[in-house]
């Protein structure tokens, strides 16, 4: 590959045209590394002109963002330090109310053009730090989903079945993960490929999600196995005289 060809596949990667190419990279050079207030407020207006936002969003410095013409951004979508957001070239949407926190990535790497490949988001859900997201297959998560740190969602896999070629060399599969409304996944957790989690599931730190889970399942283990219902009257008993703290994210942050 020469130095031109070189150029323009990195091109690519970054941006949808060289002259946005140019833009983005002025905007975020300039504003990128600004911290506090002052910096959030120049990067939520100036940043308006790189991406698609509704409203005014909330981005601390040091977050990376790659192909941001194809990032679309809900009403106060929070983009803590340290997020990657990869758009290439199925896009990213994100919906209102949303958290990334510290070191989250999404990361569509579609460099192969898969139909079906990106990432979208629902409402007012929450990732915790250094969740990563790979979205070759496209990721589909429904609203109030949140996870612990480290969670893997990966919608991509390689094929090995030639022990006499590099894997490198023997292409990927890529179905697609869906992730329901209201679900919840643990520390830790990582769902593979092809992978439906139904609405309302709990599942539980460490687990590895290999097969679809039933809506308002309690999952846990390796390979990640139903062991309760969530409408299961003893399940929720065990839960009664539990201390419990109520706060709603949406209402702290002054959301009606």
């Known amino acids: 590959m020469g130095l031109l060809q070189e150029l323009r596949y990195y091109l690519r990667s970054q941006s949808t045209s060289l002259p946005r190419y140019l833009l983005e990279q002025t ?37 990376r963002l790659l192909n941001p013409a194809r990032i679309r951004l809900g009403a106060k979508v929070y983009l803590d330090t340290g997020v990657y957001l990869n758009a290439l070239p199925s896009g990213i949407t994100i919906g209102a109310g949303t958290n990334l926190m510290h070191g989250v990535i999404f990361h569509v790497f579609n460099y192969r053009d898969l139909p079906h490949a990106g990432i979208t988001v629902g409402q007012n859900c929450f990732f915790g730090e250094y969740t990563c997201i790979r979205g070759q297959g496209g990721v589909r998560i429904g609203d109030g989903v949140y996870t612990g740190t ?106 009606e």
């Open 150 to 255: 480290q969670v893997n969602i990966a919608a991509v896999n390689h094929v090995f079945a030639d022990p006499n070629r590099f894997i490198k060399d023997q292409g990927i599969t890529a179905d697609g993960i869906t992730i329901e409304d209201d679900v919840w996944l643990g520390s830790n957790v990582t769902v593979v490929d092809g992978v439906t989690i139904g609405r309302g599931s709990v599942i539980g730190a460490g687990a590895v999600v290999t097969k679809s889970i039933p809506p308002y399942s309690i999952a846990v283990g390796v390979p990640a196995k139903v062991v309760g219902d969530r409408r299961d009257p003893e399940a929720v008993k065990r839960f009664n005289d539990a201390k419990v703290f109520y706060g709603e994210l949406e209402k702290l942050r002054g959301q």
């Open 27 to 63: 905007l975020m050079s300039l504003l990128g590394g600004l911290p506090g207030l002052l910096g959030i407020g120049l990067r939520g207006i100036a940043y308006k002109a790189i991406l698609h936002a509704d409203g005014v969003p909330i981005i601390e410095h040091n977050v």
